[in-house]
């Protein structure tokens, strides 16, 4: 199963040409550039992981240096979702006006919908992920062969 969360995610992942494109206009619009990684991608999960440091007030010819940062953080963990979301804090507040997820794992297993009887014949729902029945960092296959660590030696 596919996960669809963010901008294009109903559409084919981009290509490295048309995500560097994006992070062109995002810089040109001001928006600070932030790689993001999990390996639990419940659609209420929207803080994932720091790969590192955001950007802040790169111009728009910076966007290879943007680019490498996320071809590092694809390499140093190659079977959990990578996203990168792009703030703007024109207003005054942090506002995300783009998320594209960049990696998926090789295999995306999915959620599956619970439903349950309560009181007075009320139904609730509940989503609840197949990957979450496996402890964290092994999901997706994992092996835990990155370590548990991030582009500066640091632990996730």
């Not at 109903?10 to 290509?15: E, M, N, R, S, V």
């Amino acid at each position: 199963m596919r996960i669809t969360q963010g901008t294009f995610s109903f559409l084919p992942d981009l290509t490295d040409e048309q995500l560097e494109a994006q992070m062109r206009y995002a810089l040109r619009n001001g928006w600070a550039i932030m790689v993001e990684h999990t390996d639990d991608p419940h659609p209420r999960n929207a803080f994932w992981d720091m790969w590192d440091q955001p950007f802040f007030d790169l111009a728009e010819d910076d966007s290879e240096e943007v680019m490498d940062h996320i071809r590092q953080a694809r390499e140093g963990l190659p079977e959990r979702y990578v996203k990168v979301v792009c703030y703007d804090a024109s207003l005054g507040r942090q506002s995300s006006m783009l998320s594209i997820i960049v990696q998926r794992p090789s295999d995306e297993p999915g959620f599956r919908l619970e439903r349950r009887e309560t009181h007075d014949r009320t139904i609730d729902y509940q989503l609840h992920p197949y990957a979450q029945e496996d402890p964290a960092g092994r999901r997706y296959g994992q092996t835990g062969s990155h370590n548990g660590a991030g582009p500066d030696g640091s632990p996730l």
